[in-house]
């Protein structure tokens, strides 16, 4: 049986095919890397909304560009996403063969680069938005006061209705074809590759020794521009890829504090940790016996224990939770600042004011 399940862990030496945990593991780092920059800029914008609220505003759109340079730059160098890379993968065109497969410092044809950043940047920033507009829609379902006209109602509570079944069909599309890929009926772990024309792949000797050369390798070949316009466009390239190096250093630098961030404030973690650092619960106060001599107290529930009359007003301690008239209670407390029954120290703004039903 182990040796029947032993291509789920370890590829062969004539496959360069990746495990389940590999590829699951680099699909898991740009789902982590989202929520913890977001809680990042959230914290940036409650401390100066003025200077950083519009990154919390436009995060998405934001996000979305900034993953777009990230991804661009390494698909068109390493052939890979950011977390593929991070993982030492790289993306196979479809219908390559083992002898004419491209080293992964060429990059991705235009095709399937694009292609790659469709699936890779677009298709999430586009399932966040209908996530939201889900959520608002609920929200407005649920709790406006000016309903819509009849047809547009029906249409988005169809669309309610319908979205939880869709998106579990989804979910299970992917499962599916995860289960596929560890029983080794499938070459993509992933619908998203098979739709960019891509599979995944290790990283080769012969690939690291390119990519490690490649900068070098680069900057002697490189020659000045001949034209205006061709020092602009070396320039704005130098620029956009200056900053999408930048970007990927500083993720690839940041990438397991920024998952340690996402594990700290997730909600598993947050119910753990307060758990552990919640303080014990303070005991009820001690409640004297109605049917004792206690001369506090009185027998009758509804008199007052201050002037020993029928209740007028009830009014409550917050601090002990004993009724009173709100005239005899008030003047004790500012006088004592104190619980008459328990002696709890207590202010004016203890006092609670008690509706019954009748008024």
Not at 14 to 42: C, G, N, W, Y
Not at 150 to 170: D, E, G, I, Q, T
Request: hydrophobic share 40%.
């Amino acid at each position: 049986m182990a040796e029947h399940g032993a291509h789920i862990t370890t590829a062969s030496v004539a496959d360069d095919q990746p495990s389940i945990f590999e590829v699951v593991a680099q699909d898991s780092l740009m789902t982590a890397v989202r929520p913890a920059l977001q809680h990042v800029v959230k914290v940036l914008a409650e401390s100066n909304p003025t200077h950083y609220g519009f990154l919390w505003r436009w995060f998405d759109e934001i996000f979305t560009l900034l993953d777009l340079l990230v991804q661009q730059h390494y698909l068109s160098r390493t052939s890979a996403s950011f977390s593929e890379n991070f993982y030492g993968l790289k993306r196979i065109v479809m219908g390559d063969t083992h002898k004419s497969q491209r080293l992964a410092s060429a990059g991705l044809p235009k095709k399937q680069l694009w292609k790659s950043i469709m699936v890779l940047v677009l298709l999430p920033y586009l399932k966040v938005k209908l996530e939201k507009l889900v959520s608002s829609l609920r929200e407005e379902d649920e709790y406006s006061i000016h309903p819509p006209s009849s047809r547009w109602k029906r249409f988005y509570r169809a669309f309610l209705a319908a979205y939880p079944f869709v998106n579990m069909a989804w979910e299970g599309w992917f499962l599916v074809q995860q289960l596929r890929y560890i029983l080794g009926k499938a070459q993509h772990h992933s619908p998203l590759l098979r739709l960019a024309g891509v599979r995944l792949g290790r990283l080769t000797v012969q690939d690291i020794q390119a990519l490690e050369h490649k900068p070098a390798k680069a900057s002697m070949m490189q020659q000045p521009a001949r034209s205006v316009s061709e020092k602009m466009k070396s320039a704005l390239k130098k620029a956009v890829g200056g900053v999408a190096l930048s970007l990927s250093t500083g993720l690839s630098v940041g990438v397991f504090f920024l998952q340690f961030l996402d594990w700290w404030y997730s909600s598993e973690n947050q119910e753990t940790i307060k758990s552990l650092t919640a303080l014990p619960t303070p005991p009820p106060p001690v409640h004297l016996d109605y049917n004792s001599d206690s001369p506090l107290l009185p027998k009758m529930k509804t008199v007052c224990p201050l002037c020993r009359k029928t209740r007028v007003n009830d009014t409550v301690l917050a601090t002990s939770g004993y009724v009173f008239c709100y005239r005899c209670v008030f003047h004790y407390v500012r006088s004592h600042q104190a619980c008459p029954i328990t002696g709890y120290p207590t202010e004016v703004q203890h006092l609670i004011k008690l509706y019954s039903p009748e008024n």
